[in-house]
Nanobody, 128 residues
Framework: QVQLVESGGGLVQPGGSLRLSCAAS????????MSWVRRAPGKGLEWVSD????????HYTDAVKGRFDIPRDKAKKTLYLTMSNLKPEDTALYYC?????????????????????WGQGTQVTVSS
């Protein structure tokens, strides 16, 4: 059974840092592209970042470039999102999501149907 479990969220002051974790199980972790997607209060889903199956290629939305990183640990079957210089606008529920095998049919990275499995989400609140 596929399972994605996020952790690491919390309350942090602007300019602070957090590291989110997503523990994967029930599938061959190294065979799938993985993403972080967030939902801010009053807004829809926003794709944040992804990393390819091999871990050599990453992408980020412009809002977080230079501040976030998305490493993955094959041995631990864990996806991470390291966040630095956090801003109030980063406040959101952050989801770990597996990119489906037919993701090429979905041009909108924010389309939830692009992802076949989701974690429960972990809340990040950036406030002074």
């Amino acid at each position: 059974q596929v399972q994605l479990v996020e952790s690491g969220g919390g309350l942090v002051q602007p300019g602070g840092s957090l590291r989110l974790s997503c523990a994967a199980s029930g599938f061959t972790f190294s065979s799938y592209r993985m993403s972080w997607v967030r939902r801010a209060p009053g807004k829809g889903l926003e794709w944040v970042s992804d990393i390819n199956a091999g871990g050599a290629s990453t992408h980020y939305t412009d809002a977080v470039k230079g501040r976030f990183d998305i490493p993955r640990d094959k041995a631990k079957k864990t996806l991470y999102l390291t966040m630095s210089n956090l801003k109030p606008e980063d406040t959101a529920l952050y989801y770990c999501a597996r990119v489906g095998p037919q993701s090429e049919y979905y041009s909108d990275l924010n389309d939830p149907d692009r992802y076949d499995y989701w974690g429960q989400g972990t809340q990040v609140t950036v406030s002074s």
